[in-house]
C-alpha cells in the first residue's frame, strides 16, 4: 500500500488548479497538483481570445465598469448564474489581469494616436488618448456593452498558463504529471483525498490530503464534436458525482461554440469576429444581420450558434463531404492586422485547410460548423468553492458549477473564471486545508486502495461480451444527435434510454489487452462508465428541463419559463442505479440585483414572466432612487441592492486611467 500525505491536493494542472495551488502554497501548505498530462500542455493553453476584466482603458473601453460587466453577465447566463457569484468575479477580474501582468503575461498593449479597425463590416479609425498608452489593451466580444477582453494576440490562454504555472514551480508546488485520479477517499460526509493510478506504470497511490480541490475542466469529449482536447472526459466531475455525496450542478446547459473549423473542430477564436470578422452563407451573403440586426455576428454564443444552424437549415449552408457549414470571412481586417493579432488562426486555417485566411475574396474564407465548446455545468459547489454536500472537497474552473455562468458563458469570461476563481477559492481552499487536520484512519484509506485495485482486475479478468469503444462512439453519437444545439422532447427521452442502456453495457465489457499499464484499452474501461454517467445527467436534466434558457434550447419549450424554471438543476448518483437522481435548487428572485428581464435577442415576448420579477424590480428602482437622491456611489448602491460576500483584497475598489479609485 502505497500513501502520500499532503496539506492541499489539487486535481488538475490546468489555470484553474495551479493559480488554486499558488494560494495553498502562499499559505505555507504542502501543495501537490496531479495532472492527466504536462501541466504546460493542459487545454487551458487552448484558449485564444482573451479574458475579459472591466479595467476600461481603450477608447472603446472608455466608460467600463464592474457594474456594466455583471449586467452582460447576467444577461448572458440567460438569468441563470448565481449573481452574488457573479458580483465577486467582476470585483476581481482585474486585479487578476494586473497580477498576471506582474508574473511575466506579455498583454497585448495600446498604442496612442490614430489605428484603423472593422466595426460592423466597415472600417472605422480609433483615437486612442496619448495618456492611455502602454496600458493593456482590450478587444470586442459577443455579449458585451463594451470592449473589455484582454489578449495576448490569439495566445492568451497559453501565455497565461506559462505565467501561472512559473509562479507555481517558483513556490515548490508539487507537480505530479502523468497521474489520474480515479475515486474521491471520503468518510462520514468528508473528503480526504484521492486513489490515483500512474498513468505510466499502472501504480497506483492514495493522495491523502487535509483538503481537496478538483479543476479537471470540462467534458467535451462525450460529444462528437468538440473543441475540446481528448483529456476533456469530465472524469474530475464523475469521481466526484460517484461518491454518491457530492452533486452536480446544471449539467444540461452546454455551450456550443460558432466557429470551429471544419472538419478537425480545432477553435477559431471569438477574437475573430470581435476583430471585425464576418459570417457568410453559400451564396456570400452576410446572414446575422437579419437574424440579429443590433449585436449582428456579436451576438452571445448561443444565439449565434442557433442562427447558423437556422440558417442552414433554411437551404443556405456549404455543401461539403463533411456536411454543411458556412464561411468565416477575416480577409476583411487585412493581412497585417491578421499576422499580428490572429496569427494562431491563420496558423490552424494553413495547416489544417490549406488555406490563408488573410487572401482577399471566397479563397480566404473559413468553413465553420457549432461544435461542443464549453460546460457551463459541473461540481456544485458554494461561493467559497466548497461542495455543498461533501465537506472538504473543493472546485474551480471550468469542472465546478460555482455558478457564474448560468446556462450560458460569455467569450473571454471563461479563461477569466479560471485564474479568478483560482484566486478567490484557492484562498478559502487554503484556509479551510490550514484550519483541519487528517483524521481518516490508515484502515479507511486502504479499503479504498483495494476496492481500486479490485476493480481494475474485475475489468482485466472479466469475459464481458462488449466492446468499450464501440460504446464510446455510440455515446458520443447519441449526444451529437439528441442533446445537441436544438433539442427535443422525443429525442431526449431517446436519448436517456439509449444512454442508460449502454452504461449497462459498458459495466460488462471485455477488453483483449490484459496488462495493468501501458494499456489504453484499460484506460477506456474505466473511464466509459464514469463518461456515461455524465452524459446521462446531461440528457436527464435536459429531458426534465421544459423550457428554453441559454445554451438549452428546446424546439417543443421555445420560451424561458421564469415562472416554473427559474431554478438549478442538482444530480447526484446512487450507487447501483443507472439513472441520476435530480433535484432542484431555487433561484431567489426576490435577492437578486438584477431581476430576471428581456435579454436582447430574438423576438420580445418570449418569455413566461414570474410576477416575482416585477416585484423586484420596483424595490430595486426604489432602492436605487432614495440612495442617488442621498448622493451614495455606486458601491454603496451595490452592496444595498445584494450584499455579497468576498475576501477584502479582492473586494478593493479598482483603479482605471483617468478615473483613479472610483
Known sequence: MKVKYYDALVIGGGLAGLRAAVAAADKGLSTVVLSLCPVKRSHSAAAQGGMQASLG????????????????????????????????????????????????????????????????????????KEEVHGLIHSRDFGGTKKWR????????????????ANEALKR?????????????????NRCYGAIVRDLVTGEITAYVAKGTLIATGGYGR????????????????????????????????????????????????????????????????????????????????????????????????????????????????????????????????KIFNGIDPADEGPKGWAPILPMQHYSMGGIRVKPTGESQTL???????????????????LGGNSVAETVVSGMIIGDYFAEYCSNNEID???KTVESFINKSKDYLNELINKDGKYNVFEIKNKMKDIMWEHVAIFRTGDGLAKAVKELEELYKESTNVKLENKELFGNPELEEAYRVPKMLKLALCVAYGALQRTESRGAHYREDYPKRDDLNWCKRTLAFWKEGDTLPTLEYEELDIMKMEIPPAFRGYGAKGNI????????????VDAIRAKLEAEGKNRHEIQDALMHYELQPKYKALNERAGIGYE
Open 391 to 409: 465537506k472538504g472537497l473543493f472546485s474551480c474552473g471550468e469542472a465546478a458549477c460555482w455558478d457564474m455562468h448560468g446556462f450560458n458563458r
Open 149 to 164: 477582453t484582454c489578449f495576448t494576440a490569439d495566445a492568451t490562454g497559453h501565455t497565461m498558463l506559462f505565467g501561472v
Open 57 to 128: 482603458n481603450s477608447k472603446m473601453s472608455e466608460g467600463d465598469n464592474e457594474d456594466i460587466h455583471f449586467a452582460d453577465t447576467v444577461k448572458g447566463s440567460d438569468w441563470g448564474c448565481d449573481q452574488e457569484v457573479a458580483r465577486m468575479f467582476v470585483q476581481t477580474a482585474p486585479k487578476a489581469i494586473r497580477e498576471l501582468a506582474s508574473w511575466g503575461v506579455p498583454w497585448t498593449r495600446i498604442t496612442k494616436g490614430k489605428r484603423s479597425a472593422i466595426i460592423n463590416a466597415q472600417k472605422t479609425t480609433i483615437d486612442e
Open 222 to 349: 462525450i460529444y462528437k464534436h468538440t473543441t475540446n482536447a481528448v483529456i476533456c472526459e469530465g472524469t474530475g466531475a464523475a469521481i466526484a458525482l460517484e461518491t454518491g455525496i457530492a452533486r452536480l450542478g446544471n449539467m444540461e446547459a452546454v455551450q456550443f461554440h460558432p466557429t470551429p473549423i471544419v472538419p478537425s473542430g480545432i477553435l477559431l477564436t471569438e477574437g475573430c469576429r470581435g476583430d471585425g470578422g464576418i459570417l457568410r452563407d453559400v451564396d456570400g451573403y452576410r446572414f446575422m444581420p437579419d437574424y440579429e440586426p443590433e449585436k449582428k455576428e456579436l451576438a452571445s454564443r448561443d444565439v449565434v450558434s442557433r442562427r447558423i444552424m437556422e440558417h442552414i437549415r433554411n437551404g443556405k449552408g456549404v455543401k461539403s463531404p463533411y456536411g454543411e457549414h458556412v464561411w468565416l470571412d477575416i480577409s476583411i481586417l487585412g493581412r497585417e492586422h491578421i499576422e499580428k493579432n490572429l496569427r494562431d488562426v491563420q496558423e490552424i486555417c
Open 440 to 442: 481518516i484512519q490508515t
Open 608 to 619: 413566461i414572466e414570474n410576477p416575482l420579477s416585477a416585484k423586484r424590480q420596483e424595490e
Open 172 to 188: 515548490d508546488v508539487e507537480i505530479h504529471d502523468r497521474k489520474e485520479a480515479i475515486a474521491l477517499i471520503h468518510e462520514n
